[in-house]
């Protein structure tokens, strides 16, 4: 009997690495299904010429450049008309942007199956946060995304709490709901190696109890919360630093440094960017604890990656996984709040040092466990098929 693995096409926005969790999703994730002899290929809007399109590991088909803020692109329903039927299956990740809208138009009631992956974008905080953006939403949800779920082969949630949370946006919700995960590959072993390049780039760092914050500079992600609550407890121990690095949302970060220097931390705290590669692993075995107060989070890539690394996390209950961790015993957990950042915060130093190396082992067995992106990418091929994705190719090579 002749089998072959699954053609996929993921479909996106956006590559730019700035987008987080989805980007590097699709990364990760096309690097186990090529191992598990799937094939990988990616459509997005972005211009052909765009700076983070010369090393991508798969088949890139840009689109753009789409100027408007929507990122509508006449071009795109006739491309998926004509190359999504030689896909086994086409995923769809992210929303609010027309290439979700287009593959419902190009594919919705034709052979080649669809799939959704929301990546927390109909968590009910941003109805919230956000209201006159969900009103917007709102005109725009019962002919377009509600259609968009609805007509999925399934919609496929990060872990049950997105799930659960996905229900609470708009009353006018029908859709195929089912569970896979989403996770990360394992960091380089290398830790002293990594913990010195990162060293040698902030030699001023060394000796210091760090505390890495990895992420966008971004309101949702409570940074103001956590700048308050280490001014809190950076009296209690000389040696506590905090490091800050991501790319940062315009104007916060001007914002943020004004704060700690009102409250007489600013020495106390390192801004270092957007960091990758070697120097990022580094910053995460470097540390003590990660962390991130975040009001929405659906999953958390960083967290996971911390995780991975052996370092324990500091995050809020708004981080989807958290109840994962917090069975694991991988982390402190507490509301978004200054107080559930102090609390959590402060949790982490009252560990001994027996103690944070218990949380250091349970760590990384939850994400061993969880998060490892192998097991997530064989759940998504195993909903896929539950879903009757690759159904006609025993037998065939097709």
């Known amino acids: 009997m002749n089998t072959r693995g699954l ?15 989805p980007v590097e999703g699709i990364r990760q994730l096309a690097r186990v299904d090529e191992a598990m002899g799937n094939t990988v290929e990616v459509v997005c809007l972005d211009a052909p010429d765009a700076p983070w399109m010369h090393d991508q590991p798969f088949v890139v088909h840009a689109l753009g450049p789409s100027p408007v803020s929507y990122r509508y692109n006449a071009r795109f329903v006739d491309w998926l008309r004509e190359h999504a039927p030689r896909f086994d ?13 287009a593959v419902w138009r190009a594919l919705a ?8 992956f929301p990546h927390g974008m109909l968590d009910p905080w941003f109805k919230r946060a956000y209201p006159l953006k969900h009103l917007k939403k709102w005109l725009y949800w019962p002919w377009a995304e509600y259609r968009v779920l609805r ?6 949630f ?24 989403f996770g990360t590959a394992a960091p380089p072993a290398d830790r002293e190696r990594l913990r010195e390049i990162f060293f040698a780039a902030h030699p001023e760092l060394e000796g210091k109890r760090l505390a890495l914050f990895l992420s966008r500079i971004h309101e949702k992600k409570g940074c103001d919360l956590l700048i308050d609550a280490f ?9 506590l630093h905090l490091v800050m690095a991501g790319p940062e949302q315009p104007g916060l970060g001007a914002t943020l440094r004004a704060r700690a220097a009102e409250l007489g931390i600013a020495d106390r705290i390192s801004w270092t960017g957007m960091i990758g ?51 694991d015993a991988g982390g402190w957990i507490g509301d978004d709040s200054l107080a559930g950042t102090e609390g959590s915060l402060r949790r982490w130093l009252a560990e001994t040092p027996a103690t944070l190396d218990a949380k250091r082992a349970n760590a990384r067995r939850c994400f061993e466990t969880r998060f490892r992106v192998e097991r997530v990418a064989e759940n998504i091929v195993e909903v896929l098929r539950a879903h009757g994705v690759g159904a006609a190719l025993a037998g065939s090579a097709r």
């Not at 470097?286 to 911390?306: D, K, M, R, T, Y």
Request: contains cysteine.
């Open 158 to 181: 990060t872990c049950e709490e997105e799930k659960l949370l996905a229900r609470e946006s708009f009353w006018l919700y029908r859709c195929n709901e089912v569970v896979a995960g």
């Open 151 to 156: 007509d999925a082969r399934a919609v496929i």
């Open 89 to 101: 299956a086409v995923i769809v990740n992210g929303l609010w942007q027309y290439h979700g809208f």
């Open 277 to 327: 590669g070697d120097l990022k692993w580094g910053a995460f075995y470097a540390a003590e604890v990660f962390c991130l107060p975040s009001h929405q989070e659906n999953f958390g890539v960083a967290v996971a990656e911390a995780l991975a690394c052996g370092t324990p996390v500091v995050i809020s209950n708004k981080v989807n996984i958290w109840r994962e961790i917090e069975a």
């Open 231 to 239: 001014a809190r407890i950076a009296r209690d121990d000389a040696r």
């Open 7 to 21: 053609r996929l096409l993921h479909v996106i926005s956006s590559l730019d690495p700035r987008g987080g969790g």
């Open 109 to 116: 009631g034709t052979p080649t199956p669809y799939f959704v």
